[in-house]
Nanobody, 125 residues
Framework: QVQLVESGGGLVQPGGSLRLSCGAS????????MGWYRQAPGMERELVAT???????NYADAVEGRFTISRDNAKNAVYMQMNSLKPEDTAVYYC???????????????????WGQGTQVTVSS
């Protein structure tokens, strides 16, 4: 299977920057799309940004031009540089893998929808 661990959250003032990191571990053969989602208190979890193995990116309108997603396929890692942070960016940020192939019992298997434990981002003065 696949395990995801995020890091890099914290408290930052409006206009500041943070960089989130997420590493995937396990007997991974390949990962399709990696992404970041967020969930504010009382709100539904929402997509922030995704990136394919080939580097194609997709951003939510609310973060376009301020956030940059990237990945290192060799390390099975995904990152998100967040600049010009606003109070409305405050949320728990979750790393996601939508599909991965991994070794299990001598065979390559496919698993879907893996999530990290989340990292808190708070933007406040």
């Amino acid at each position: 299977q696949v395990q995801l661990v995020e890091s890099g959250g914290g408290l930052v003032q409006p206009g500041g920057s943070l960089r989130l990191s997420c590493g995937a571990s396990g007997a991974i053969v390949s990962i399709n799309v990696m992404g970041w989602y967020r969930q504010a208190p009382g709100m539904e979890r929402e997509l922030v940004a995704t990136i394919t193995a080939g580097g194609l990116t997709n951003y939510a309108d609310a973060v376009e031009g301020r956030f940059t997603i990237s990945r290192d396929n060799a390390k099975n890692a995904v990152y998100m540089q967040m600049n010009s942070l606003k109070p409305e960016d405050t949320a728990v940020y979750y790393c996601n893998v939508n599909r991965a192939q991994f070794l299990s019992g001598g065979s390559v298997r496919t698993g879907y929808s893996y999530w990290g434990q989340g990292t808190q981002v708070t933007v406040s003065s």
